[in-house]
């Protein structure tokens, strides 16, 4: 039993009257005020998950040119034909899809939706630079060294025109002044996707994970070379981001030090190149070849 005889009879209270719900007036100017509010994060909200679908499509679409990037082999000789396939379908996705989510952007503030287009950007980013650092590897940059696009140039890059959607007419005798008074008016408007300087550096130091696996492909492909040229590379991209000491940049950090992981990879395969005399590189430059019958294979 309950000390307190009252708290056995909660049920018995007397409840409250439910009065009706009061009609609010629409032309109250606080009810206007949050009415444009709700309708103003309606369209935030929907325009957030249409920059959403977009960057995952181009998050899709990089990371299938990065793998066709990979595919290239130099003992089937497909570098030319790989990279070209890979150059214009990133321009498809600069003319295309990058171009719909700057239009999205449009007289908007970019830093609201920033987390909306990042990991497309970045991933676009890194399938961008690996294609350039392909094409200067055996040529040389514009600089007298190889090397890839900086935040300005892929910016450039990103520059579109408005696109006028009425037809154009010939004018009439008695139209000629009105078609001079509205050229100016008709002028194209221009309008760019804005790249952020530090989606840029994180989108670059992803480039280190696909050096890495080109390190490793070029030892099994027999190209001991390019395995060594691509670690220098890797150490010249560690010496670089470990510089810049941004130990509270979480997110930044995290890609150092899978950046770290990766140059110890290469490195060691590298290391083994060098222990071994090319031995690895010689049996895989023959992995598509009968062995000869005067080569020792081990188990006679």
Not at 46 to 64: A, Q, Y
Not at 259 to 278: D, F, T
Request: proline share 3%.
């Amino acid at each position: 039993m309950p000390k307190n005889g009252s708290a056995g009879h909660r049920n018995n209270a007397p409840r409250k009257r439910q009065t009706p719900a009061v009609q609010l007036d629409e032309k109250i100017p606080i009810v206007q005020a949050f009415r444009n509010y709700s309708n103003e994060l309606t369209m935030k909200h929907d325009r957030h998950e249409r920059i959403v679908k977009l960057s995952r499509d181009i998050t899709i679409e990089s990371k299938r040119i990065i793998f066709l990037l990979h595919s290239i082999d130099s003992r089937k000789q497909n570098k030319e034909k790989v990279l070209e396939e890979a150059r214009q379908r990133l321009t498809k996705l600069i003319e295309v899809n990058f171009r719909a989510v700057a239009l999205e952007l449009r007289d908007q503030d970019v830093y609201q939706f920033r987390a909306a287009y990042s990991p497309g950007l970045q991933e676009f980013i890194e399938a961008y630079t690996y294609m350039e650092y392909l094409c200067y590897e055996d040529g040389e940059g514009e600089n007298g060294t190889k090397s890839v696009s900086d935040w300005q140039a892929i910016q450039a890059v990103m520059q579109y025109v408005e696109e006028s959607s009425k037809p154009k007419e010939e004018p009439t005798d008695g139209e000629e002044l009105e078609v001079v008074a509205l050229a100016e008016e008709e002028i194209p408007k221009k309008f760019q996707f804005f790249v952020d300087p530090t989606e840029y550096i994180l989108g670059l130091s992803d480039l280190t994970g696909e050096l890495m696996r080109r390190c490793v492909n070029s030892l099994g492909s027999g190209d001991t070379d390019t395995c060594l040229e691509t670690c220098k590379t890797l150490q010249h991209f560690y010496t670089g981001y470990i510089s810049l000491n941004c130990q509270r940049a979480r997110e930044l950090w995290r890609k150092i030090t899978t950046m770290r992981q990766s140059v110890l990879k290469a490195e060691n395969v590298c290391y083994n190149v060098k222990v071994r005399g090319g031995e690895a590189a010689k049996w895989g430059a023959t992995f598509d070849q009968k062995p000869a019958e005067d080569v020792d294979e081990g188990f006679y």
